[in-house]
């Protein structure tokens, strides 16, 4: 059994490219169609420019930063609603001119985080002379969608989000920012078309190890907690009970919107709402991954990318709390209920990725029997006499879970 366990750890993650982490982002607001998120490598910083001299010399985070002094405070203050309200006449402006200058504003925030502009990152954050999270946090918060159109401003600040959750300097200060925990949970308790978007930024954050504890754990502080859900599991920690029992934590809200989205999977047409399940399966997907003890270049399906390790343990009790959700049953659902042929299961699409949540699971005890009920056996047996990754994924969960012999090819 060891052999096989340690087999699905090997299987669990995707497969990447290069050593780098994948992240995801979306640099074109000029479309709203989920299709352009794409992956793309963590750029360099070593940017360079052409001196005086005619020779290359590389930029330096300092003058970046003083580069960037002479925009981002107008733009924040634009943005948070602290800037002029009277035009070049000194006449003042109408609620829609106003709103057309924060869009453009975001807009032009947006233009300094994306792609081209990678050095301007990690001072935007680590410079701590601009306070952009809690703008842009308080700013996501104040939309409020009546109806399920993307929204301009929200999609914006999410792809800004985004862009500077990507350096690995960056994870760990947004990890430790509530406010915004808050307005990303907040979207995706809405369930808005920026849903997608929003999961990613907390996906991307948790290639970073000591970001996984505050994603997984946070919940909105609140003393009352209504349609609670029983938990039955006697080793869970305080802080995982926690969780369960508040509908505002982060892993309830993604349990919720989940099952509402899981529909739009049907017939294999690309949504926002599809692509939320997806990325979320993907959230879960790095939360889950064991790589303590396990050398990256052993890994038969690629680095996971993570910076950092993370205690066998604690990534444990993390499918302890997740098998106490209806998500283990929803991940085997994607796979059983897929319509798209298998051919189409690459590196990355929702099959593909809930296989590696299932062979994750599938480690220890109490996820393993919660697959169990789910229906993983019965479910993988289709899958099993596929060639490649996915048929050696399918045996090796099925071993796990008792329908195979522990020796298998």
């Known amino acids: 059994m060891t052999t096989v366990l340690s087999l699905l750890g090997r299987c669990g993650i995707g497969s990447t490219q290069h050593a780098a982490v994948n992240d995801i982002i979306d640099d074109e607001p ?170 990613i930024c907390f996906m991307n954050l948790t290639f970073l190890a000591e970001a996984i504890d505050p994603v997984v754990y946070y919940a909105v502080p609140t003393t009352k907690f209504e349609g609670v859900i029983s938990t039955q599991d006697g080793n869970l920690s305080e802080k995982s009970r926690h969780v369960l029992e508040n509908p505002s934590s982060l892993v309830r809200v993604l349990e919720r919107m989940m099952i509402s989205n899981t529909a739009y999977l049907a017939g294999g047409v690309t949504s926002v709402q599809g692509e939320a399940v997806r990325w979320a399966c993907g959230l879960v997907r790095n939360v889950t991954f064991a790589n303590q003890g396990l050398d990256e270049i052993d890994v038969l399906s690629g680095s996971s990318g993570r910076q950092g390790l993370v205690d066998n343990s604690a990534i444990e009790e993390i499918c302890t709390l997740l098998s106490q959700t209806e998500i283990p049953r929803l991940i085997v659902g994607c796979v059983r209920d897929s319509t798209n042929p298998t051919v189409k299961w690459t590196k990355d699409s929702l099959e593909d990725i809930c296989l590696g949540v299932i062979c994750q699971l599938a480690q220890w005890p109490s996820s393993r029997d919660e697959l169990k009920r789910a229906g993983a056996v019965q479910s993988l047996e289709k899958v099993e006499g596929l060639p490649g990754i996915h048929g050696y994924r399918a045996r090796a969960v099925r071993c796990s879970l008792g329908a195979m012999p522990l020796q298998f090819g």
């Open 30 to 199: 000029q479309s709203t169609n989920p299709q352009t998120a794409r992956v793309t490598m963590m750029p360099s910083l070593g940017i360079s420019c052409i001196a005086p001299s005619g020779k290359y010399q590389p930029i330096t985070q300092d003058a970046v930063t003083v580069m960037l002094d002479k925009t981002v405070p107008q733009l924040l203050e634009c943005i948070s609603g602290n800037g002029a309200g009277t035009n070049n006449n000194g006449a003042g402006l109408s609620q829609k001119q106003l709103a057309q200058k924060k869009t453009d504003a975001l807009q032009q925030l947006h233009d300094l985080t994306k792609k081209g502009n990678e050095l301007n990152r990690v001072p935007l954050l680590s410079s701590q002379k601009w306070d952009i999270l809690h703008v842009l946090s308080a700013a996501l918060l104040q939309i409020q969608t009546a109806d399920k159109e993307m929204n301009s401003d929200q999609r914006l600040i999410c792809w800004t989000l985004n862009n500077l959750s990507i350096p690995y300097e960056n994870k760990a200060i947004m990890s430790q920012s509530t406010l915004l925990f808050q307005a990303l949970g907040s979207i995706i308790d809405q369930n808005s078309p920026c849903t997608y978007l929003c999961i």
